[in-house]
């Protein structure tokens, strides 16, 4: 080999020259083709992401984003206008007041309420009854919780004059849980996971409103509560949310067993059919008129003898019939929310009821 070289020199060069360019062009071709592959891949990527993109509704185009732009306005100035609305509700004035000045509005409050009350016949707790502030009746409230206790004081005012003027049977109980604002704070622990290492929390959101929450519970016919509720619903003056309600029928307890609704046969049924070939021919003791119209409104007396079908004792099924025909009244349960809502130029500091 080495003898080749030296006598064929120019081949020689030639040849390294072929083998140098060879082994270049293998480099080079390697390199594009890995360059290849990578903007094959990528171009992949981009076409999957662009169909990904174009299966969407509303596709993000200029001029669909142009339409989203404009949906959002009309969306901020319906909530602007909405929040116009609820900002109707703020008292006009919102500040602390002297503890024995509040006590004063509380007694003169009670005064109009069980007036209004006596006037229309409603049965109320009596001497207990100070519409939820019971625990004021021997103390006075912090200073800087009476802002929110007046507010409180006098919606619950116009609470019970929707309560007066629908006229209930009675006014079971009233109970009003305690703000924060009036209580002496405790500094929470933070939540601790395993190990006794400290969790950190997401931040909870500051709400746009106080929610100043009263339970109220009476008995009434449902027309009654119809009334409340719609009172509530569209009061011009306060907000009130009715967060739950329970109604209990007020002889719940007395409700007819499973077995008092099966009814035994007659014990001497009549033979002939009195109603052959579905004519109008009514028994002979039928003293009713059957033209006569019937008032579905007109009200049911429990203790109004039944008129029972022929060859049925008079034992059998009246009592149950009075039970389920009766003129009982509900119980009604209602958690209410009178809401307060922010300023927007509430001071900061102002502490959160």
Known sequence: MGDWIKNNKFEAFLLLVVVIVAVGAFMFGRNKSSLYEEAKDSYGGYASNVQTLKSKKPFPSAENAKDFEAQIDSYEAVVSALQDKMLAYLPETFEDIAPPKFIENLNAVRAEVTSAFDAGGIEYPGDTFYLGFKNYTGSLPKEEATAYLDYQLSAMKALFEVVAEAKPSALLNVHRPELSVEKDKVPEEAPRGRGGRKVRSAPQQELPYHRLPVELTFRSTESVLRKIMSGLASHKDYFFV????????????????????????????????????????????????????????????????VDLAPGVAEDQGSRVLGQILGLEETNVLLEIDIVLFKAKDEEEGKENP
């Open 242 to 305: 009715v967060r739950s309600m329970r109604v209990q029928n007020e002889k719940y307890a007395e409700a007819p067993a499973k077995d008092d609704v099966e009814f035994d046969d007659p014990v001497d049924a009549p033979a002939d059919d009195p109603f052959p070939d579905f004519e109008d021919n009514l028994p002979a003791d039928d003293t009713a008129d059957p033209e006569a119209p019937v008032d579905p409104e007109a009200p049911v007396d429990p203790e109004a003898p």
